[in-house]
């Protein structure tokens, strides 16, 4: 018959050894109160990156329309209300993920199931879509668009 002193030994150990494991266990793939959900890394858009990077020639983005190009961090597009004016939206659908057409007539439309969008500022106007493109920030400098 075991020694009841040395089973409580054992017993003590194996609980000292098992605790940090369940406790380790316990804590891994739950973020804490407060931290952003996994895969979020901040608020940054798709396209955006690093302050400067070149993304298109301003010629080749016509007044009035728009051109998708490849940023640091994914497409963008780039869209020129006015001669001195650009902007950077987020060219993936709000509704499902279809990339949006350039725009035209003052309205960006996805072709996945017809969500229009507003030319000036990616602003929804017309669902399934619940909400608008998500801005990208981006500037004119000397004849080229960068990331802002
Ligand atoms: S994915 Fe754009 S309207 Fe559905």
Redesign the pocket.
């Known amino acids: 018959m075991p020694d009841p002193t040395r089973r409580t030994v054992v017993c003590g150990l194996l609980a000292g050894l098992v605790a940090p494991v369940s406790l380790a266990a316990c804590s891994s793939g739950t973020p804490a109160a407060g931290s952003p959900p996994a895969g979020s890394a901040g608020n940054t858009p798709a396209g955006g990156g690093s302050s400067g990077t070149a993304l298109a020639k301003l010629a080749d983005v016509p007044v009035g329309s728009g051109a998708i190009v490849t940023g640091p961090s994914g497409k963008v597009l780039l869209v020129r209300p006015s001669e001195n004016e650009v902007k950077g939206l987020d060219p993936v659908?709000p509704?499902?993920?279809?990339t949006?057409a350039k725009p035209e007539g003052g309205t960006i439309t996805?072709?996945?199931?017809?969500?229009v969008f507003d030319a000036k500022t990616g602003a929804m106007k017309k669902?399934?879509?619940t909400s608008g493109l998500t801005p990208i920030p981006v500037k004119i400098s000397g004849d080229s668009i960068v990331t802002a």
Not at 95 to 98: F, K, L, T
Not at 110 to 115: A, D, L, Q, V
């Open positions: 659908c509704h499902a993920g279809v949006v996805c072709p996945g199931h017809g969500s669902g399934p879509a």
